[in-house]
């Protein structure tokens, strides 16, 4: 790509990541007629749990670092002037609180490194598991390995994130939409990069099928996240100008299969797998449930953003995510939960529907 269209790109790019921002922010674009299926789950209450509330403990390890808590701050924003002061706050509170933490979509820096700085983060989060992200996709528009560990050098990463998002691109329209032979470009970005590879959907979720598909390619973390939180085709439609735009994006609200589906069949499928939880997790509870269910992590990407922009900025984050993981570790104590191992073990028996 030459210096002007990469140029051309990184601005109609910019101008698509500021239009996302503002959409999830400013509008309902929450999945219509499909849910995470989490209020369908009730952890199995313990009156008399022989714990001390204070002792609860819900560290763990991710991608060989150690972290508070099992939960994710999911990949949002980049590629854009403001997106960079969102990105560090965070970051900064993603290393307080000791969470791992996954930048937006890199695909514009990859092509205008200028726009770099808006997804470098490690100054202000040296320790935190850190996760790079690119497009699946874009290994069918002349992406290759080089350009993954250049996403993944660029920031310093310990892993890289492929995402995946057939619908989101369908609807949008600058889509990319030759998904035809991604499976075997995975599998040689898995076999050559030198840090894990994540998958993950963008919010319609990845069933057992395909996540073994991807496992068996070498794929060592699988982000289900399923329908119920955001959704992409909605944010597609509010993007749309003309009225077939918006009506066809608009027949997908709910499209997807719900978050707790995704954990508990994929778990099923690939008992050794590490699974991130994530597409409508808004509370510890369900970070809880997520765990309960099969999940190694939960991931929450909204709630997050909403204190990113606050003046407070990272203040912000981490007085919400505190609150997760407060609310986490009220859960597990009325559960009679020591630690995450022991919530894992509830069988989904013990959970009443």
Known sequence: MGKESAVSH?????????????????????AKGVVSGFAAYRLPHSALPDLDLAAIDTRTTFLGKPISAPLLISSMTGGASAAEKINLALAEAAEHLGLPMGVGSQRAAVVDPRLASTYQVRRVAPHIPLLAN????????????????RAVEMIEAD???????????????????????????????????????????VGNGIGAADARRLYDCGVQVIDVAGAGGTSWSEVERFRQNGDQGRRVAGAFA??????????????????????IGSGGVRS???????????????GTAKPALVGAIDERGAEA????????????????????????AALRALSLASLVG
């Open 159 to 201: 892993a890289l994130i492929l995402h995946l998002n057939p619908l989101q691109e369908a609807v949008q329209p600058e889509g990319n939409t030759n998904f035809k032979g991604l499976l075997a470009k995975i599998e040689a970005v898995c076999r050559a990069l030198e840090v894990p590879v994540v998958v993950k959907e």
């Open 10 to 30: 990184a601005g109609q790019t910019e101008g698509r990541k500021l239009d996302h921002i503002r959409i999830v922010l400013a509008e309902d674009v929450t």
């Open 254 to 275: 709910d499209w997807g299969i719900p978050t707790t589906e995704c954990i508990r069949t994929v778990r099923a499928a690939l008992p050794a797998v590490t699974i």
């Open 284 to 298: 510890g509870v369900d970070v809880a449930k997520a765990i309960a269910l099969g999940a190694d992590l939960a």
């Open 134 to 149: 690119l497009g699946a996709v874009q290994l069918n528009y002349s992406f290759g390995v080089e350009h993954c560990r």
């Open 317 to 340: 984050v981490v007085a919400g995510l505190d609150a997760f993981i407060r609310e986490l570790r009220v859960a597990m104590f009325c559960s009679n939960c020591a630690d995450l």
